[in-house]
């Protein structure tokens, strides 16, 4: 007999804490959107990226 995949936990959206869940992931997404090559082809153009203007002001 095999073992039931478990699937990774899904929060209710519906719930508070679900909601802080959803929240969270967002957050690291849009954190983490920028990939390695494309700041790499901006460096190489000797430019910054747009977060790393923001983050000189």
Do not use: C
């Amino acid at each position: 007999m095999s073992e039931p995949e478990i699937a990774p936990e899904i929060p209710d959206r519906h719930t508070t804490a679900g909601k802080l869940a959803d929240l969270q992931r967002r957050i690291e997404e849009a954190t983490h959107a920028g990939s390695a090559r494309a700041v790499e082809k901006q460096h190489a153009k000797g430019k910054l990226t747009a977060r790393e203007r923001i983050g000189l002001l």
